[in-house]
């Protein structure tokens, strides 16, 4: 795959979609956007008191979100964006027709060890089971791949732009 799609990292949290997002965007030489970034102060302050977000909590978020991935629309760029529920990505799909996920998948023990380790985040790990519980895996009718979490971020950045690659070529 080459720019200009607009790739959504996703997954559940401490997935590294804040470490594999930028790597993407720098191997593609387009803008890498934070989804964590696009939250209300109001989703931060609830994630970090250690409540789940709500489906209602999450509209306006993926709304910012699909808006930033439209404006990019035949320029290229790469967001992170949990996307954890088919209808997450379908109103992401829908702002921004084209987008493609890139998911990132691992075992739960290695997740929850990466989140009890990371500095200065609001998502505690005691939100990873809810965000097992609400995760919907790509189906095979959406544009994506996944790519699993166990190697170094530059492996993974590698299978990420092959399984792109390849996806494209199927598509293309």
């Excluded at 593609?28 to 934070?34: C, D, K, L």
């Excluded at 990505?89 to 380790?117: K, N």
């Excluded at 790519?147 to 971020?153: N, R």
Aim: aromatic content about 6%; cysteine-free; charged content about 20%.
């Amino acid at each position: 795959m080459n720019t200009p799609h607009v790739v959504v990292v996703m997954g559940v949290a401490g997935t590294g979609k804040t470490t594999i997002g930028p790597l993407l965007a720098a191997r593609y030489g387009v803008p890498y956007a934070e989804g964590d970034d696009f939250h209300p102060p109001a989703n931060i302050a609830k994630m970090s008191a250690g409540t789940p977000l709500d489906d209602e909590d999450r509209w306006p978020w993926l709304d910012a979100i699909g808006e930033w991935a439209h404006g990019r629309a035949g320029l290229g760029g790469v967001v992170s964006s949990s996307a954890l529920k088919r209808s997450y990505r379908d109103r992401l799909r829908a702002a921004a027709p084209g987008v493609v996920f890139v998911h990132l998948t691992g075992d739960r023990a290695l997740i929850e060890d990466r989140m009890s380790h990371r500095e200065g985040h609001f998502m505690p790990t005691a939100l990873l089971d809810s965000q097992f519980a609400t995760l919907q895996p790509l189906e095979p009718d959406e544009a994506g791949v996944a790519v699993e979490v166990s190697g170094s971020p530059e492996e993974i950045t590698e299978q990420a732009v092959a399984a792109l690659a390849n996806l494209s070529g199927a598509t293309s």
